[in-house]
């Protein structure tokens, strides 16, 4: 599309069709909600919730194609017509050959770190996701962050924080030997650094260095592309290059990836694993049927299938890409307006609050990223996430606390969901809170599951 000089800069491309009516609650409400929920915005009720930025994750607006496309799903138990689009649809997007479905990212995260990972391993990524390391340690390995030093920085303004320290894998590959290495684990649009993306220059370097010690990148492409797009706009010698292209360009540096397609491929279920290697693949298509269900569907109906072949063809459509990253900026640049800290640059698919910017008066271990989404919700009833010291759990070993540097809020955006008066409503709490922010006290963790703690704690407030 054409645009002039007076044109803002994204649009949606779209219009809508079909609504689904939202409540809105008074604070009392959403304080018993909240006193309900046990401080944990995972534990409210979405009925309590006015505009829902807890994740991107499943929570699409699937397009009239996508649906088109639920209509024609073959519900055989074997072989269904819509496995061989989903194949076929994978093989075009990104060029991996091999494909095993899974009914989401986690699962496909599940396999794959059970075939490849042996007790004592070590995992060299680019900064931790909760699942994924989580999966990496049940198969007997230990994650070890090698992403650059500024993506522990919410000041930074490197635009490619997600990047790799390739001096700190080289140390890494220097102490513990190649051997202990199975792989490296890559993510693209760096979730717990605030949806910072991955320079192509850095993937290069990387392939370079592992091909030369032999040691494979999988790649945990849920946002790649997100990625992409910030490759097109931020990297010399891309601005040219198709988002699809781009997309193409950083698997074709890797030997396999796993998939939420629950975020980029715009389905609310859905995952993958896509392999280069037969071997691999064969384990893999084995082990799926123990965890999943049969390798032709692992877990999906074929609908869901279809749905996901469709998204992901969409999900690298050009004027799509640039209205959801564009979404997204609105927000992070509106709330920054007033001076609130976030995490620069603004990231792929949210706004992350610097929470100990925000509260210094905290302590970390009174939480105050929690506290600070229970607070926008109270406001509002606007539903964000932490992510910070609750997310990050604790040390295997000593059993304390990991006190990570990023102590963050995520306003996470569903793609195609809300408009920009849901963003500006957004902004406008999240200033309430701003300006009443030296009241604010921290919370204290009163139950605490073993496993990704910060689904399920509860908490109750300071007084
Ligand atoms: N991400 C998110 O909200 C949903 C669950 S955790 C709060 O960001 C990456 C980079 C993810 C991710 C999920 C998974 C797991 C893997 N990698 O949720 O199992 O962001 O489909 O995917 C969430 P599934």
Redesign the pocket.
Known sequence: MSEGSRRRSWAEPFKIKVVEPVRMTTHQERREALDEAAWNTFLLKSRDVYIDL?????TSAMSDHQWAGMMVGDEAYAGSENFYHLERAIQETYGYPYMVPTH????A?HIISQILISDGDIIPGNMY????KLHQELAGGTFVDVIVDEAHDPESEHPFKGNVDLNKLEALVDEYGVDRIPFISL?TTV?MAGGQPVSLENIKELHAFCSSHGIPIYL?K??VAENAYFIKEREPGYSDTSVQEIVQEICSYTEGA?M????DALVNIG?YLVLRDEEVFEQARNMVVVYEGLHTYGGLAGRDMEAMARGMVESVDEEHIKARVGQVIYLGNKIASEGVPIVKPVGGHAVFLNAKAFLPHLDQEEYPAQRLAAEIYLEGGVRS?ERGIVSAGRDEKTGENLRPNLELVRL?LPRRVYTQAHMDVTAETVWEVWDRRDSIKGLEMVYEPKYLR??QACFKPIE
């Open positions: 807890l994740t991107d994750s499943g989401q990212g986690r699962a995260e996701f909760t699942t994924t993510a979730n945990d849920t946002r796993w939420s397609a629950k975020k995952g996430m996470t910060f689904f």
